[in-house]
């Protein structure tokens, strides 16, 4: 006998709750209500009278749309995590026709990604309205291709000032810093063009609107035959900032001059490292750790990106030319390997 026959019907729900809605892959928990109800009665029973089960909404422009009415009909008034993934603008009026149910729900969003194979022209019709989105926390939008003309600010993707979002993701994608109109961020994941003048000064004033952003992340994008970064002229404040990861989409870049260029006084964890193979980091790990120790005081724990390549050859060696003191003040990572 199946040892789940066992199990209190209560107990059954909660488990199948906590996987679909506990997973950070909504393109896998949206199948989760078909593939249980196939299993046995009493699996079929539960699913059906589990409101909480059909809460993960993912559509494409290739499909989704038919199950869309169970879906909303079974999740009765409970929060959605809406994904729309992937979409290309040549398909969107037809898209946005389907998708007219879910999107007439927006009042009951609790979380939205938004995932374009190319930049759209304008993503307005996708996103839940001010008055609507109360519930509204965590919103995502990505782009799998830059366009070919992209605006030297970055494409007019307005974010408007949700009242309850707190975490935003647009780093895999160009947007125009001064569209977004949020004040509570929490956590916020972004990528700038440093190779572009006073390029800083749009992202210093976002995060002045969101002074109690703790998470931050920020991805830089810097053309391979850019070696200086331009771009970065002022400094980025962060005064509730407990953890930073800096990335590199492309290019050559110097850890220690973006490290300079900001100012996080409550620091504790910092990752670093290229997210790309074509991505190098310029800096010896001896000055990379002087500038960590001298910059952000309360510092616990460094984590270096495996493609981060002047690690690989001399990190352990520079490593062990530090004092006990130093060694012990904190834990330092490259990939998931501790130096010890």
Sequence with gaps: MNILSKFPTELVAAVFAHFITSSDAPLQNHR???LLISVCR????????????????????????????????RSKKMPLDVTFYPLD????????????????QSHRWRTAYV???????NIQPLLPSLQSAHILTNFTLSQKESGIDVPDAGYLYPIPQYPSLRVLDISRADVDFHRIQTTHLEQLAVRANASLENSWTPLSALLKRNPSVSHFKLELRLPLE????????????????????????????????????????????????????????????????????????????????????????TARTDFETLTLGERETLEVWIGSEKLV
Aim: glycine share 8%.
């Design 115 to 121: 995932g374009m194979r190319e930049p759209w022209h």
């Design 226 to 313: 850019h070696e200086v970064l331009s771009g970065i002229d002022g400094i980025l404040f962060l005064p509730s900032a407990t953890s930073f990861e800096l990335g590199m989409h492309c290019g050559n870049f110097s850890v220690n001059n973006v490290l300079n260029k900001v100012n996080i006084p409550q620091l504790r964890k910092l990752s670093v490292g290229p997210s790309h193979e074509s991505g190098k980091c310029e800096s010896s790990f001896t000055k990379f750790f002087e500038t960590c120790t001298g910059k952000f005081l309360q510092l616990k724990q460094i984590r270096l990106n495996k493609l981060c390549k002047f690690n690989e050859r």
């Design 89 to 104: 603008e040549a398909y969107s009026d037809s898209f946005l026709r389907r998708a007219a149910p879910i999107l007439e």
């Design 32 to 34: 989760a209500p078909a």
């Design 42 to 73: 009493r699996f079929r029973d539960i699913v059906y009278a589990t409101p909480v089960l059909w809460t993960v909404v993912v559509l494409s422009a290739r499909g989704g749309f038919r199950h869309l009415p169970e879906y909303l009909g």
